[in-house]
């Protein structure tokens, strides 16, 4: 997720921008949330419940904070 940090896969991502705090990430905890939530679902729903999910197919318009990496081309998209 480009902009991230550590904490903006956790509450605290939402937690620091309430309070003012810089974490050093460049996205707001609320974006990386519902990122992070609908990647998590998405996945969970593909490999548990054998339900394809499109979203993990290609980049998406909605979400162009995240790329899609290809480790034995070693290129991201």
Not at 3 to 12: C, M, N, P, V, Y
Not at 48 to 62: E, H, I, N, V, W
Request: net charge negative; proline share 8%.
């Amino acid at each position: 997720m480009t902009g991230a940090e550590h904490t903006s896969f956790t509450d605290l991502g939402v937690l620091t921008d309430q309070f003012g705090i810089d974490d050093g990430a460049d996205i707001p905890g609320v974006r990386a949330t519902e990122i992070t939530r609908k990647y998590v679902a998405a996945f969970f729903d593909l490999h548990l419940l054998k339900k394809p999910q499109p979203l993990l197919d290609k980049p998406s318009a909605r979400y162009p904070e995240i790329k899609f990496c290809a480790p034995e081309a070693m290129t991201c998209r």
